[in-house]
């Protein structure tokens, strides 16, 4: 007996006939899954499936799910996709203060890993802060103290600020930089500089937005390519309130379990990760007030991008904690090996409500 799937059925039907069978079905229902959404799951396991010899397949269902659960175990201890290495920071125990901080990946520091590359390094971001303050103060006086901020204008701000911290190697926060370069980047590619600023503004801007991509090329090269996967994240038509509101949850969640389920987050940990909602925030009231579909469409690409940044953060933080958090569970173990699967925005809000929607299991 093999088991057939139409398209034409419903995934709760798919569901409901699984939940009449004895065997575990829960691979046949993500690739169902995968296949509707256009996604395909794990391109090894599935070439393994493929390969089953013809004579396992007759022996029935129950023989080839315990094969294919065992192809899927492997998996799952394992891999880790690229969208799941796509985290903005590193975490490491600090065993003094029985806390979880904030860390640059190693491997992102391999271009200035020697002391002539640090001091090159050192030098263009020095410069790069002192053009981009010098901006922001022109900006700021252009602008005018309204009560709306400007986009680019806070861009530049935690851009600055994140720059600030990479003049002390120690606190260099690669993708941190990265991804707040790009986003400074993506609001000062949405405005009508010379109208809004003026031409003197504007070609200023047009400096720093170049001497931001040299210092990221020549300095960051590694860290673009880990924020790569997150470039191909999309919404498709998800309210961008609603994801909002799920990683709030999702985040509360984590928020009351530190300590227990998950470790503790260091002061600087909490900052960080506020910051990210911060920015989903402010994201999300542009999209709510863009003025045109061409911009509210850019707008939603980036949201999904930081999304993406968010989600893989947070697994790192809690794969990296479990060791050191006081009572973790197997509901930890469980989204730790989901979260390493995570390849699109749909695996990305069924991660998030395995959080704040299952929760830990009851004392």
């Known amino acids: ?24 079905w829960s691979f046949w229902v993500r690739w169902y899954d995968a296949a509707l959404e256009g996604r395909p799951l794990n391109l090894d396991t599935l070439e393994k499936i493929a390969l089953i010899p013809a004579e396992t397949w007759d022996k029935g269902p129950s023989e080839v799910n315990c094969i294919i659960a065992k192809f899927q175990e492997g998996y799952d201890a394992g891999a ?15 065993p003094i203060k029985h806390w979880m901080k904030l860390i640059g990946f190693e491997s992102d520091l391999k271009s200035i890993d020697n002391p002539e590359k640090v001091a090159a390094f050192e030098k263009d971001v020095q410069e790069l802060l002192e053009q981009l303050e010098d901006f922001t103060d022109y900006a700021r006086d252009a602008l005018g103290g309204g009560n709306q901020r400007s986009p680019v204008l806070s861009g530049a701000e935690k851009l600055a600020e994140e720059l600030r911290r990479a003049c002390d190697r120690k606190e260099i926060r690669v993708m941190a930089l990265i991804q707040k370069g790009a986003y400074f980047n993506g609001f000062a590619q949405e405005l009508d500089a010379e109208q809004v600023l003026g031409p003197t503004l504007a070609r200023m801007l047009e400096d720093v937005i170049d001497h931001v991509r040299r210092v990221s090329a020549t300095h960051l090269a590694s860290g673009l390519v880990r924020l790569g996967p997150l470039k191909e994240l999309e919404l498709g038509e998800r309210s961008p309130a609603e994801v909002l509101a799920r990683i709030k949850a999702a985040w509360k969640t984590v928020e009351g379990e530190a300590g227990s389920e998950f470790a503790r987050l260091s002061p600087e940990g909490e900052a960080a990760f506020n910051a990210m909602l911060d920015d989903l925030e402010e994201l999300e009231s542009l999209i709510e007030a863009a003025p045109t579909e061409a911009r509210e469409q850019r707008l939603r690409k980036r949201f999904a991008e930081r999304v993406g940044a968010f989600a893989s953060t947070t697994g790192r933080y809690v794969e990296k904690g479990k060791e050191h958090a006081p009572k973790a569970t197997n509901w930890v173990d469980g989204l730790i090996k989901n979260y390493k699967r995570m390849q699109s925005m749909g695996d990305i809000i069924e991660w998030l409500e395995k959080i704040f929607g299952g929760g830990p299991p009851p004392v």
């Open 80 to 94: 880790v996709t690229p969208l799941a290495k796509a985290s903005t920071f590193e975490f490491a125990f600090d």
């Open 1 to 24: 007996m093999r088991l057939v799937l139409s398209a034409s059925g419903s995934r709760q039907q798919v569901e409901d006939d699984a939940s009449r069978i004895p065997q575990d």
